[in-house]
Structure formats: structure tokens, C-alpha cells
């Protein structure tokens, strides 16, 4: 059996800390627990779990915090969580399974990171990351933010899942982090490029966030999962700036990167219907039904191979005025997801309608 230190960077976490470590408390070996400057209950909560607490402070730098955390670890293995992360019974038990199991030989581990979830609980949004790292190894952490570890030789991908219950709401802190080392002179790198586009587009700064996505592809040197992901905020971005001829082209060319996605089918129904056009639009959504989720480590929308595309068929149907098909098609999608509120009055609309 193989011991582990968990690390963690936080600061003002008092709502979901004690959830998340009470999730793992008994599988790890010692807790890190980098603060980098809490003025609430994180501290005191820490301590509970016989946390060491070490103090940093913040040069908006994450990659430079979680550095920090990885230098106190003692154990053959490092695991990483944020504090609104947190592990199901389930979960728990494949992790003390793997902490008993695991080959030494192993340098890295990814885990599937749940960040999303429907009405009905089912997951909305899922991705792929490393979460558990050898710690001879010295791995570091890589860029200010939207950090990541960069790690080489012998990967387990595991079944492991974190569910990221997300707690803070969005802020302007990691773009103002992009534009302060733009203002400074920084040399972005491909990967910088494309997060800092992903803020601007979060931000609705459009024209911005397509000439950083622009560079982006321009340099060459990108995941293909990005590259794709790239495309379609660029298609959306130049929907939001209304232009359609745009967007339906970015949209189209996500498609040359390998097999269609239902992402991408929805994205383009979506630009149809949003052109009065559902005669054409009917076909994509049609298309992403018969799709699955891909999973390859990159971000994946799970409801567009589910409810979603049988929700915008049903108006689809409606607006082409046949409506037996519409009402089809939303029980269709009331069987992946019977608690959304769309849905139920789509339904309800629907059926006295025909009653009628």
C-alpha cells in the first residue's frame, strides 16, 4: 500500500471545506494546506482535520500557491482537490481501493472531474484530469492560471470521479490576472492564449475573445480537444456579434477535426433556428440524438446527446406546425430530465394544445 499527502491551496472556504475533507480524511496520510489568505473559518476548520497549515502570499499565481503546497508533501503520492470538490461514498472507496492496489510504477493518475449537473442530477459537464502525481517525481504545476500538471511517463486512467460543487460565482479575477501579465509584458503561451480567450468570452468581450482564440490556432501547438472547443466559442462568439455567415462557417469546420459531436450539431441547430430556418435546423438536432458523448479527456456536454437536442426538436416541430411530433419529442426529453422546468411547461403547452 502506498501512502499520500493531500494538497491544497485555499482561502476563505469555510462553506466547503469540512465537506470536502470529510470525504477523504480517512484515506489520506496528511493533509497540505496552503492558505493564501483567509479571513473567515478555513483555518480552524483545517486544523479539525489535523491539517498542516502553511501560509502563502498571493502573487496571482496559482501554479506558484500549489508549488508552494507540493514542497510540504512526505508521501509516495501527492493528490490535489479544491475545496468545493468532493468525493462520493463510491468514489471514496475506489481511491482507498486504488491507494492499495496502485503499481509503483505508476507516475500520474487522472480522475473524471464532474462539474456539472442537471435538475434531475444527471452530469452536465464532465472532463479528464491529473489528479494524483508520484512525488519523486517533482512534477510541477505550469501557468498563472487555468493551471495544470505537467507530467510524463506511465499514466493510469482511472474511474475515480470528484464532483466539483462549484460555491464562489464567477469574477473578473482571472482576467484581470490575463490583462495585468498582458499589461507587464508576458509572453503568453498557446495554452495562455486560449484560457485567457475563454475569460473574454465568459466576459461577453467577443471581438477580443476571436482574436485570442485566432492566435491560438495560429500557433500550432494545441490539444486537439482545444482546438475544437476553440472553434465553436469562436462560432458562438460571432453569433452573439450577429454574424450568422460567420458562425455557421466556425461551426462547420469544427467538424473537419474528426467525428461529428452532438455539440457541434446542436451549436449549428441552434444558428438555424436562430436564422428562422427549423426546416434545416431539425436535421442537426435530429443528428445529435443519434450521438453519443465522446469521452476523450476534454470537455464534453453530455446533455447534447441527451435532452437537449429532443427539447429543441420539439420546437422545431412546433414551428413547423406539426405538433403530435413536438409533443413526441419533449416526453423524449422529459425521460432524460423529468425535473426541468422548460420541459414540464413545453409538455403541458403541448398537450392542451392538441387537446384543444
Not at 464532474?114 to 512525488?135: C, I, P, T, Y
Not at 492560471?145 to 499514466?155: D, P, S
Not at 437536442?309 to 416541430?317: E, I, R
Request: proline residues 2%; negative net charge.
Amino acid at each position: 500500500m502506498v501512502s499520500i499527502s493531500l494538497c491544497m491551496i485555499v482561502k476563505n472556504e469555510e462553506k466547503t471545506l469540512s465537506r470536502c475533507l470529510n470525504s477523504v480524511k480517512n484515506i489520506v496520510d496528511e493533509i497540505i494546506l496552503v492558505d493564501t489568505g483567509s479571513n473567515d473559518q478555513t483555518i480552524e476548520i483545517a486544523k479539525k482535520f489535523g491539517a498542516k497549515i502553511y501560509h502563502f502570499q498571493w502573487i496571482d499565481d496559482f501554479s506558484a500557491a500549489r508549488n508552494h503546497a507540493f514542497s510540504h508533501a512526505h508521501m509516495d503520492y501527492i493528490f490535489t482537490l479544491d475545496a468545493d470538490d468532493v468525493l462520493s461514498k463510491a468514489d471514496s472507496e475506489k481511491l482507498e481501493q486504488l491507494k492499495k492496489s496502485i503499481s509503483p510504477t505508476i507516475d500520474a493518475v487522472t480522475m473524471k472531474c464532474l462539474a456539472g449537473f442537471d435538475e434531475s442530477g444527471n452530469v452536465l459537464v464532465s472532463l479528464r484530469q491529473v489528479r494524483m502525481v508520484k512525488r519523486e517525481n517533482q512534477f510541477k504545476w505550469q501557468g498563472a492560471v487555468h493551471e495544470y500538471l505537467e507530467v510524463h511517463g506511465n499514466m493510469l486512467h482511472s474511474e475515480i470521479a470528484i464532483t466539483h460543487k462549484r460555491e464562489h460565482s464567477n469574477s473578473d479575477r482571472n482576467l484581470r490576472i490575463y490583462e495585468q501579465r498582458q499589461k507587464n509584458g508576458a509572453l503568453f503561451s498557446p495554452r495562455d492564449l486560449y484560457y485567457f480567450a475563454n475569460e473574454l468570452y465568459d466576459h461577453q468581450q467577443y471581438e477580443r475573445a476571436i482574436q485570442n482564440y485566432q492566435k491560438f490556432l495560429q500557433s500550432g501547438k494545441c490539444w486537439i480537444e482545444d482546438v475544437i472547443q476553440a472553434h465553436g466559442r469562436i462560432a458562438e462568439c460571432y453569433a452573439a456579434l450577429g454574424k450568422m455567415d460567420n458562425a455557421i462557417h466556425s461551426a462547420l469546420y469544427e467538424l473537419k477535426f474528426g467525428p461529428p459531436r452532438a455539440e457541434s450539431c446542436c451549436r449549428l441547430g441552434f444558428f438555424f433556428l436562430q436564422l428562422s430556418r427549423p426546416e434545416i435546423a431539425v436535421h442537426w438536432f435530429q443528428f445529435a440524438t443519434q450521438l453519443p458523448a465522446i469521452d476523450t479527456g476534454g470537455i464534453t456536454n453530455h446533455a447534447c446527446s441527451s435532452w437537449i437536442p429532443h427539447l429543441q426538436l420539439s420546437v422545431c416541430y412546433s414551428h413547423l406546425g406539426d405538433y403530435q411530433k413536438a409533443l413526441e419529442h419533449i416526453e423524449m426529453a422529459k425521460t432524460f430530465n423529468p425535473e426541468h422546468d422548460l420541459i414540464l411547461k413545453n409538455e403541458t403547452i403541448l398537450k392542451n394544445f392538441i387537446k384543444k
